[in-house]
């Protein structure tokens, strides 16, 4: 039960709890005001009788009718005139004895004062307040002594008593709440509208959602976030970070929490801030920054017309490349071993018809040749080039080579020792398998078809060669072979001395080439044993 209250709409909770509020603040308030409002009533009401009485009892006129025993027509004009102006129920003038020497009012009658009320004016000639019953009525008396002058003393010879009604005194506390009644009534009702505009508008802001399924909504965005290898930034109109997701403080190489603070304080790169500033939408535009390659989208965030921020998304170049390279290698080993489970078929095929035809010296012959030539590939790659990753792949290629009928031969002054450790095998196989293909696919339509490896780290440097015997690079193409997408081999190629390139950059090398006077390319790559350190711009 208590869960299906706690559930309700958030309308309904926010009028609710404005209600509440307002019935108890009204509630107290009224209390305390009304409580305030008769004490101060009543004080005031004390304070003007005994100063009325008092001022009466030190009138001459008073005085002399209280000694004498004057008449009422000599005092009561100034007891009316004294009553209306402080608004009093009732004024008395008595002697000692109780005669009353003059009074006004409306709840007393020709009867005197009980002598208990008077009895510290009459006897200690005191002035003081006293509540009492009077006529049935509760009233409050302002009592004064009337002090007669008989020449060398003084003797009190009565009393005035000033008379507030309590009836009329609550009567007109009564009214002051009903005014604050009205007022307080008039506040329940703008709050209760003011409460209502407000959770629609909250209702507005929050699409329609209720606090827990904004909640719940939270919840799956920040797991959602966190989880994704890919990193996401959130950037608010003036240029501050309000989300960024872990793979992006990967990515950025940021490990504080940065949320709330300007983009410009930790993005040093001039394109990439721009870029995630920017109005237009960005799709797949890569970024140098630090030591890495972004590719970067953005997506701007438009709210009523104008835009209120920026979404952008990070992928690692690198990454990217190390799965397209994990499947160029796969690729690669498929084909070279295809090409030699094809190359060794067809031998096997060979060997096996001149088996049933009797002729085995013939057998022999072809045996023992495939075997020295295998052997001599082996023995020389085993001996003169001592990197396992190099001679994984030019094995490879020589079954290739062989299947496609192209002479591809291993320059006998090749020599090299295990290669350093930051060359690895990933861009070894894009680099000279790259560079070997294409000089296959160059002699393809050649008469002679010779392609020729060589190798050396004599110095400071590796030096890869791959020489062929086809056309060379065709006039006025000297500046594009290395723009991505070009090539004159077809569409969707063009790709693969793009990543030579790239690749040999990235190891602090470079690639160049030459036509020969033969009519064939030569390519060479120069990759520095111990490339020195250089900062990337950013």
Request: hydrophobic share 40%.
């Amino acid at each position: 039960m208590l869960q299906k209250l706690l559930n309700v709409s958030l309308q309904v909770k926010i009028l609710g709890l404005i209600i509440f509020l307002l019935l108890l603040v009204i509630g107290l308030l009224s209390f305390i005001v009304g409580y305030l409002e008769r004490e101060e009533d009543v004080k005031q009401a004390e304070q003007i009788a005994l100063q009325t009485a008092q001022t009466l009892s030190y009138i001459g006129t008073i005085q002399q009718a209280v000694k004498e025993g004057g008449s009422y027509e000599e005092t009561n004009p100034i007891v009316e005139r004294m009553r209306d102006q402080v608004d009093a129920s009732a004024i008395r003038i008595e002697n000692r004895e109780g005669e009353l020497n003059g009074y006004a009012g409306d709840i007393i009658t020709n009867q005197s004062s009980p002598r208990k009320d008077r009895y510290r004016s009459l006897v200690f000639g005191s002035t003081y307040v006293t509540q009492t019953e009077d006529e049935g009525h509760k009233v409050l008396k302002g009592i004064a002594p009337v002090l007669i002058n008989y020449g060398d003393y003084k003797k009190v010879g009565g009393t005035v008593s000033v008379i507030f009604n309590m009836e009329t005194i609550q009567s007109k506390i009564a009214s002051d709440i009903r005014k604050m009644v009205y007022v307080s009534c008039i506040v329940f009702i703008v709050g209760i509208a003011g409460s209502y505009f407000l959770a629609r508008s909250i209702r507005k802001d929050t699409h329609g959602l209720e606090p827990y399924e904004i909640g719940a909504l939270y919840r799956e965005r920040n797991a959602i976030l966190q989880s994704v290898k890919e990193g996401i930034l959130s950037i608010s109109q003036n240029g501050r970070i309000t989300m960024m997701n872990h793979s992006a403080r990967v990515l950025l190489d940021i490990s504080e929490d940065i949320e709330g603070i300007p983009l410009t304080s930790f993005i040093l790169s001039d394109n990439l801030r721009k870029a995630l500033q920017s109005k237009e939408t960005i799709s797949n535009q890569e970024f140098h920054y630090k030591d890495k390659i972004l590719i970067v989208n953005t997506q701007p965030i438009i709210e009523d017309g104008e835009q209120v921020g920026v979404v952008a998304s990070f992928r690692d170049k690198t990454e990217i490349k190390k799965m397209v390279d994990a499947l160029s290698e796969v690729r690669q080993y498929s084909e070279d071993l295809r090409a030699q489970t094809h190359e060794f078929t067809n031998k096997l095929y060979v060997i096996l018809g001149m088996i049933q035809l009797g002729k085995y010296t013939e057998v022999i012959k072809l045996i023992q040749e495939e075997t020295q030539l295998q052997e001599h590939h082996t023995e020389f790659l085993f001996t003169n080039i001592n990197d396992d990753k190099v001679q994984a792949i030019l094995l490879g290629k020589l079954a290739k080579a062989s299947e496609k009928k192209i002479d591809f031969k291993i320059d006998e002054e090749s020599a090299m020792m295990p290669l350093p450790g930051h060359i690895g095998f990933s861009p070894l196989i894009i680099i000279l398998g790259n560079l070997i293909d294409n000089a296959f696919e160059a002699v393809a339509d050649s008469k002679v078809k010779e392609v020729t490896f060589f190798v050396t780290d004599i110095g400071n440097d590796i030096i890869f060669e791959v020489e062929d015997s086809g056309v060379g690079i065709k006039n006025g193409t000297e500046d594009k072979i290395f723009q991505k997408g070009f090539s004159g081999k077809g569409e969707n190629r063009g790709y693969g001395l793009t990543n030579v390139k790239e690749e040999v950059e990235l190891l602090g090398g470079s690639v160049e080439w030459t036509n020969t006077q033969a009519g064939g390319a030569i390519f060479t790559v120069i990759l520095p044993k111990r490339p020195e350190d250089y900062t990337e711009k950013i």
